[in-house]
T-cell receptor, first 113, second 118 residues
Framework: TQLLEQSPQFLSIQEGENLTVYCNSS?????LQWYRQEPGEGPVLLVT?????EVKKLKRLTFQFGDARKDSSLHITAAQPGDTGLYLC?????????????FGKGTSLLVTP | DAGVIQSPRHEVTEMGQEVTLRCKPI?????LFWYRQTMMRGLELLIY????????DSGMPEDRFSAKMPNASFSTLKIQPSEPRDSAVYFC????????????????FGPGTRLTVL
């Protein structure tokens, strides 16, 4: 079951532009993680947001967790070709048997020079 | 330090053949995850081990899939018999799961095995 919806699915922009990608769910998560995946490689964690309303910055990337801990956004300022990749959000759920990550399908970003 | 190691990186096989994918987690990590990634379905969790014990295998598609973790440094995912619809990239990930800072657990992914079943 895909609990997380990411939009847009594909995004092609020019270097220097700003962009925002979204991750939405009807479920509440303990925390939410953003990963970036480059072709031929596994996803790499960028950030974990834990508290509703939390905002984290990683250089030109700004991550926000919704107040209700159901959604998140990733904003990139002045995109560069090195930002090209698949951006995945993952909701973290804890249960009696441990934790699980529910991944969205991702936003595929292409930044052209 | 070496990251998560997966082998083979690419596997091409014919329908009906047995396929075994291998994973060596990061030393000291106590949790191991097998995922499958396709364009249609994205990244799906197949099975999750904690301290070598399978905790959640609800994502395993059917009886043709099986996974083992005989020790803390090795895991296998086996498909027998393989079918064309099993074609995908299979990822292994490991993490150090603990109750302290539990909401900040990070999973480290291997490079994946690209499986093609003809």
């Amino acid at each position: 079951t895909q609990l997380l919806e990411q939009s847009p699915q594909f995004l092609s922009i020019q270097e220097g532009e700003n962009l925002t990608v979204y991750c939405n769910s009807s479920s509440v998560f303990s925390s939410l993680q953003w990963y970036r995946q480059e072709p031929g490689e596994g996803p790499v964690l960028l950030v974990t947001v834990v508290t509703g309303g939390e905002v984290k910055k990683l250089k030109r990337l700004t991550f926000q967790f919704g107040d209700a801990r159901k959604d998140s956004s990733l904003h990139i300022t002045a995109a560069q070709p090195g930002d090209t990749g698949l951006y995945l959000c993952a909701g973290v759920r804890w249960g009696n048997s441990g934790y699980a990550l529910n991944f969205g399908k991702g936003t595929s970003l292409l930044v052209t020079p | 330090d070496a990251g998560v190691i997966q082998s083979p990186r690419h596997e091409v096989t014919e329908m009906g053949q047995e396929v075994t994918l291998r994973c060596k987690p990061i030393s000291g990590h106590n949790s191991l995850f097998w995922y499958r990634q396709t364009m249609m379905r994205g990244l799906e969790l197949l099975i999750y081990f904690n301290n070598n014990v399978p905790i959640d295998d609800s994502g395993m598609p059917e009886d043709r899939f099986s996974a083992k973790m005989p020790n803390a440094s090795f895991s296998t995912l086996k498909i027998q018999p393989s079918e064309p619809r099993d074609s995908a990239v299979y990822f292994c990930a490991s993490s150090l799961e603990g109750r302290t800072g539990r909401r900040r657990n990070e999973q480290f992914f291997g490079p994946g095995t690209r499986l093609t079943v003809l």
